[in-house]
């Protein structure tokens, strides 16, 4: 998965401190690498160094025996000694060269992002609750060209399950950035709680109000106990248990070496799709968020599962806004409201 979708990610559940403290606690091993890196480098530097000095060596001695012999004479043993070394100094500045070449490139294209990146918009009212999110005409593309959204209303409220339909590409997912407040360069009006959005700490609002489960999970290399509660705060085992058995994943835990406590491989490969999926969607659900939107949550989930998350919503949305980005008519069936994205105007229907 590549680093803009983890970037996302961490933007839409507000896990700034929760990475700044994971990455302090990996930086001493990462430390060690770098210095054993360093070492492997110095290395090899020095043993080019070596080569070199014991080629210019060897030349050195062959040509005097040839001079001391007349089969050469001491302006030829000089010009074929110079153009040795040129040459090896070409040859060493070719490989620090490329080594160098990459070093920069890389460099260049993080700088290029860093500047690139669009900065945030972040009011300081902080909210406790989600009762309702409005778009009063909204108007938004990235393209100067090309708007993805064009006028569009919709409220959301408390209470309902709203599914987001529409083929790929069209700006489902681009409805739930402007939500939540990733952008903040659209034409219109966003309100939450009949509050202006740019006025709204959108770190705070995402971080404690807003469950957000992506259709691909990304996993950590840990515990599937700590991937179940990672950035969550203030979560009871007790609830931890009832989500889980809700969702049917206890048969997993049974599975598992160690249950929970099993670790999650770096590309998570001892885990399935839909287990990655049912993780994802606990973690959201124990965070106890006002907003919940899913992504093509049950895209690799079996029929038990589908079922297991469908009861589970209804018996959740009654203090919530559900949003579901889907194209299953099994998850359209339990929505209150069908909004479609389409390129003309958009339009919602009543289920």
Partial sequence: MNNSIKIKLIKLNSWYDVFASKFKDDFNPAYKSQIEMTKVQGFYSSAITIVTYSAKIIVFFAGGIQVIQDKM???????????????????????????????????????????QAEIECNGKKILTDIESIEFKNITFGYDPKRDLLEGFDQT???????????????????????????????????????????????????????????????????????????????????????????????????????????????????????????????????????????????????????????RLLEKLKHDRIIVIITHSHDLIDISDEIIEISKEKEISATA
């Fill in 73 to 115: 004479t001491i302006g030829q043993f000089t010009a074929i000694n110079a153009y040795f070394s040129m040459l090896l100094d070409c040859t060493t500045y070719f490989v620090s060269f490329g080594q160098s070449y990459q070093q920069a490139k890389v460099a260049y294209t993080r700088i290029t992002e860093l500047f």
């Fill in 156 to 310: 959301f409220e408390k209470g309902r399950i709203y599914s987001i339909i529409g083929r790929n590409g069209i700006g489902k997912s681009t409805l739930i950035d402007l939500m939540v407040g990733l952008h903040n360069d659209y034409d219109g009006e966003i309100l939450i709680n009949r509050t202006c959005i740019k006025d709204i700490d959108v770190y705070n609002l995402r971080r404690n109000l807003v469950g957000f489960v992506e259709q691909e999970p990304i996993l950590f290399n840990d515990t599937v106990f700590n991937n179940l509660t990672f950035g969550v705060q203030g979560y009871t085992k007790s609830k931890l248990d009832s989500i889980m058995t809700d969702m049917g994943i206890t048969d997993l835990m049974e599975k598992l070496p160690v249950g929970i406590n099993t670790e999650v491989s770096e590309k998570a490969n001892n885990i399935s799709g839909g287990e990655k999926q049912k993780i994802s969607i606990i973690r959201s659900l124990v965070k106890n968020a006002q907003l919940l939107v899913f992504d093509e949550p049950t895209s690799a989930m079996d029929a038990t599962g589908i079922r297991n998350f469908k």
